[in-house]
């Protein structure tokens, strides 16, 4: 007998995301002045696995590691299809190497889809993470003679035909936005490049980067518990608005939001408000939280106090990229961004001091001045 059942009892294929976190064991990934890359993807995953289990019930949360160990990039893959993945988040960190002159000042978040990369610098990074499988000692044969440091390797990721794509654009452009409000990251945009995992796992799939561990801010924030909550709270948020929009078009009733507002959000996931450092030529990524940790000790210069705040823009702020503004007491104060210590403090009030003769330092432990 023939049983044809209507589409709204048929029993629905569990939602699947698996989480990745990057590197692992005795590959540490990129390493910042303490803290090294490994650790911050997996405390990263960690709480954005828990955030998902806890406020949405119908979604299974596989992880390719949960612990401090080394798996393969194919290995990864091999976890995810086995799991038959409905959504592939592989969480990285960003780094460019010592020769930059924008090594200490570089940041943002970007996340990327499988594709052929269209800029050097996307190129870069996927070189950098697909480099893992250099460890392995046959990784020519597994890899298929595909040779991370060849740039003639990446074309086979153009021919890929990934039937994904518009669905991880979809969901990569969700991370990028939440990334950019609830994590206040600078926004460096949805990229695309030639990633191992993107182009082996046979799901929706992207990589993020979530910042820069080369600048000493960024470091600060990704190394700090609340700066991971972040983080984890910003992904979390675009994964519960790309199920909602699969549970839609796949003419499932979708339940009251559970967490509608921001403000709810930031309740039921534990995340902070975080000051905001502002761009003043008002160009490009203007938002980037400065960071706290409460291993991570930096310095900042205070350069100017108004009783109102000043506008974005304005003539104050001549010949300043960046500063960071918050509002104490009854009194907005502005100082410059992050520094890594206090020669670089000296540095900087030095420079300052010729346009406001009073600035002075001041000293952030885990967010908050200390003196
Ligand atoms: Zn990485």
Redesign the pocket.
């Known amino acids: 007998m023939l049983l044809v059942l209507p589409v709204g009892i048929m029993a629905q294929e569990p939602f699947v995301v698996v989480l990745d976190a990057?590197?692992g064991g005795h590959d540490p990934?990129?390493i910042g002045n303490k803290a090294k890359?490994?650790d911050i993807?997996l405390g990263v995953v960690l709480k954005l696995g828990e955030m998902i289990e806890k406020n949405l019930s119908d979604v299974k949360v596989v992880y390719t590691r949960k612990g401090d160990y080394f798996k393969t990039l194919q290995e990864r893959c091999d976890i995810a299809n086995d799991a038959k993945g409905s959504l592939f988040i592989s969480v990285?960190?960003?780094s460019v190497d010592r020769k930059n002159r924008r090594r200490s000042t570089i940041h943002g978040a970007a996340t990327y889809t499988l594709g052929l990369h269209r800029s050097a610098d996307n190129l870069a990074v996927a070189k950098?993470?697909n480099a893992?499988m250099m460890l392995e000692d046959d990784y020519s044969e597994r890899y298929c003679g595909f040779d991370p440091n060849s740039t003639e390797s990446y074309i086979i990721f153009e021919l890929n035909q990934n039937k994904h794509l518009d669905q991880s654009i979809e969901f990569a452009g969700k991370v990028q936005k939440e990334l950019r409000t609830t994590a206040s990251r600078a926004d460096n945009g949805v990229r695309q490049a030639g990633f191992w995992v993107l182009a082996k796992t046979g799901m929706p799939a992207v990589l993020v980067?979530l910042d820069f561990i080369c600048n000493p801010a960024s470091e600060a924030f990704m190394a700090s518990e609340s700066g991971r909550r972040k983080l984890a709270t910003a992904i979390y948020n675009a994964v519960d608005d790309y199920k909602r929009a699969y549970d839609i078009s796949t003419g499932k009733k979708v339940p009251e939001k559970k967490v509608s507002s921001k403000k709810q959000r930031r309740q039921e996931t534990g995340a902070e408000e975080a000051p905001s450092v502002e761009s003043a030529t008002g160009g490009s990524p203007s938002v980037v939280s400065p960071g706290s940790a409460s291993s991570v000790r930096t310095y900042r210069v205070q350069f100017m106090t108004s009783p109102r705040k000043v506008p974005k823009g304005s003539s104050k702020f001549r010949g300043i990229d960046e500063y960071v503004e918050y509002h104490e007491g009854s009194m907005w104060k502005y100082s410059s961004t992050d520094l890594a210590d206090m020669r670089s403090a000296r540095r900087r009030l030095a420079e300052l001091r010729k346009k406001f003769p009073d600035a002075f330092i001041i000293t952030i432990v885990d967010g908050q001045r200390v003196n």
């Open positions: 990057g590197h990934g990129t890359e490994k993807n990285h960190v960003n950098r993470e893992v980067e």
